[in-house]
């Protein structure tokens, strides 16, 4: 618990010392912000700070910071060290900058300030990228809430459908109707069960492994081959996969679509850094809690403790027989939540905790749908404030999310795959996303270096996982061949950056020397 600890604790001052550093670069000033100066009753409108930085909290926080930690936890401490450096230094960055930009920026979308910043070709690439994103956050955010309220009542098809109707009211309605109304209740519950869940962490105290532990001495599993991450860190190797996996409580590209729907609610631009900032923080939090049951749940014989004992017989019965699933396999992301919640917090607790869970991505999903809705509108200029306009965009967007639910309800596989081009999509958002702030950084003359490193780092991250990762093109090329590729992808994002920041210096001697004369 010792690691756990520490990234606990350096999180929490990462938020009041890199957090305030950020906030200086930025400089927030007292000029009108959007939701003053252009408020429309719909989606411009002040709305209290506390309720702005619940709603932006429970937006970012979909299912990403629970299963992506449950299943990012399989590579062990490691997580930790991506989780509190990822969320200080690049995520929490992300979303802070995405944020004031749009202020900045009238409320601007993410595609219209890729647009101003690296040019209206990134701009139109980025509209149908962010477009297809928030189709798929949408349809994925459908599905993961309903394969765990299915165990309790009606079917997967019911759940989908009643959360889909409500997609379709929240997209709709003004914001202050039903999100600035429920959003809060439901990210209540969703820090509810994190603190419940820490609370238990520190009570059992738990000898799970430490970031400096050997990972095979680690493993409890009697015998260890049952864990099965051997094969599994084969096909998905520690990098580029584990920065893929846990995206949400790290850096993800998807929350620089939310952040201009809360920058057009907030009444003052200081409020920016506990807004976005802290609650990018916060989620790290909530993936760091979950990284840390999910690694005392498969390492140390957690599973024993809150499973029944007819199903840890079912599972050891199969594991060795061919064709059997190790325990990563049996226990899938969904199952480890309902499991834990309901085995540590008991019924009423247990309930509580999985309805903030189901929350989380339910919440996610219809601002998804939101954001698609005015990103195409704003694309088009077409005005949002008539409702029948909103259901000129809105009613094609939503059978194509038919289409798209229809086909991964009937394929076996086809969550996964959907998941799994999410995580690398969602991931290469951010790249445009990081990309886009520093240009902003180096033209107001400011700290570009926040941004810059972790936009090489996260550019070789993407460019590498297509060509390592099993899920990609990593079946058909040697691992030696894709790092390479990934290495090359590095040095021209260096090279195209140093060339691009050259010519803008000589411009700004020019322009100098010019003005001067």
Not at 3 to 15: K, N, Q, R
Not at 144 to 152: E, G, N, Q, V
Not at 206 to 232: C, F, H, R, V
Request: proline share 5%.
């Amino acid at each position: 618990m010792i690691s756990f600890t520490l990234a606990l604790l350096a999180l929490i001052v990462g938020y009041f010392l890199y957090g305030k550093f950020i906030e200086r670069v930025f400089q927030p000033d007292n000029r009108p912000t959007p939701a003053v100066a252009m408020a429309d009753g719909v989606d411009f409108l002040v709305l209290p700070s506390w309720k702005v930085f619940m709603i932006q909290f429970l937006n970012i926080a979909g299912t990403g910071p629970i299963f992506g930690a449950i299943m990012g936890a399989w590579y062990g401490p490691s997580a930790y060290l991506w989780i509190v450096l990822g969320c200080i230094f690049a995520g929490a960055v992300h979303d802070y900058f995405s944020g004031m930009l749009s202020v900045r920026h009238n409320g601007a979308n993410l595609p219209e300030l890729v647009g101003l910043y690296l040019g209206k070709p990134a701009s139109k690439l980025m509209l149908v990228f962010s477009v297809i994103l928030l189709m798929m956050v949408g349809v994925v955010f459908v599905f993961s809430p309903a394969l765990i309220l299915k165990d309790f009542c009606f079917s997967t098809l019911t759940w989908v459908l009643i959360i889909f109707i409500y997609y379709v009211l929240a997209t709709l309605l003004p914001i202050d109707k039903i999100i600035g109304r429920f959003y809060p209740i439901f990210a209540f519950v969703l820090l509810f069960m994190a603190i419940a869940l820490m609370v238990c962490l520190f009570v059992k105290m738990p000898d799970i492994p430490e970031i400096w532990s050997d990972m095979d001495a680690a493993n409890l599993n009697k015998p260890q081959s049952i864990l099965g991450t051997e094969s599994y860190f084969q096909r998905n190797p520690l990098f580029p996969c584990l920065f893929l996996t846990i995206a949400c409580g790290a850096i993800s590209g998807f929350h620089g679509t939310q952040s201009p729907l809360m920058a057009r609610c907030l009444k003052n631009e200081k409020m920016g850094r506990p807004v976005f900032y802290g609650a990018m923080i916060t989620e790290g939090l909530v993936a760091l809690i979950w990284a840390t049951v999910s690694m005392y749940f498969f390492y140390y014989g957690g599973w024993r403790e809150v499973v029944d004992a007819n199903t840890v017989n079912t599972f050891l019965s199969q594991v060795n027989v061919p064709g059997g699933k190790s325990l990563i396999q049996y226990f899938t992301a969904p199952q480890v939540v309902e499991h834990v919640c309901t085995g540590w917090l008991g019924t009423f607790g247990g309930l509580l905790a999985i309805f903030g869970v189901v929350a989380a991505p339910i919440t996610s999903g219809d601002t998804a749908f939101r954001s698609a809705r005015l990103i195409i509108a704003e694309s088009f200029h077409i005005s949002q404030h008539a409702i029948g306009k909103r259901l000129a965009i809105a009613i094609p967007m939503f059978l194509a999310a038919i289409g798209l639910l229809y086909w991964q309800i009937g394929d076996p596989d086809g969550f996964n795959t959907i998941w799994n081009w999410f995580g690398w999509s969602n991931q290469t958002l951010a790249v445009f996303t990081l990309w886009t702030i520093t240009i902003y950084l180096v033209q107001a003359h400011k700290g570009f270096w926040i941004t810059l490193v972790p936009a090489f780092f996260m550019t070789t991250v993407c460019s590498t996982f297509l060509f390592v990762s099993g899920q990609a093109f990593g079946n058909y090329i040697p691992q030696t061949v894709g790092y390479a590729i990934g290495i090359g992808c590095l040095i021209i994002s260096v090279v195209w950056f140093a060339i691009w920041y050259k010519k803008f210096s000589d411009n700004k001697i020019q322009n100098s020397n010019n003005s001067s004369l």
